[in-house]
C-alpha cells in the first residue's frame, strides 16, 4: 500500500492513475464506478459496449462490481481511463494479470487515445 500511496503523491496533480492493484474504488454496481470519472451519457453507453465485447460477457451499468473477476475489474478500469477525458493517464500494474490477447487489445485502445494527442504512461512492476 505503501507503493501506491507514494505514486499517488508523486502524480496526483499530472495523471489520472489507475493502479492494478486495486482496480475499482466502490464495491457497488458499474454505474457507481463510471460516475467517478465524469464521463457523458454517450461515453458510458460507449464503454459498457466495448467492455461487454472485451470480457464476452453481457453487463450493464446495474452489474454488481462483486459479480465480475479480479481481470475483469482490471478491464474495467483501464476502459474508464481510455474513454475518460483526462488528457494524461497513467496505468501501473495493469498487464500482468492479463492474458496477451486482452494485452493487445488494452494496446489498440490506448495508441487509438494517443493518435488523439492523449498521453498515457504505462509502467509494470
Known sequence: MDAVINNIAKYKDEYLIIDGTIPVLTNSVIRDELTLYCLADEQEDAL???????????????????????GQKLILSVLCAVYSTAPKVQLKNVYSSLDGSMQRAIND?????????????????
Open 48 to 70: 459498457i459496449a466495448a467492455y461487454s465485447q472485451l470480457i464476452k460477457r453481457h453487463v450493464s451499468q446495474n452489474t454488481r462490481l462483486g459479480t465480475l473477476s479480479y
Open 109 to 125: 485502445l490506448i495508441d487509438a487515445a494517443r493518435l488523439k494527442g492523449r498521453v498515457f504512461l504505462v509502467e509494470n512492476d
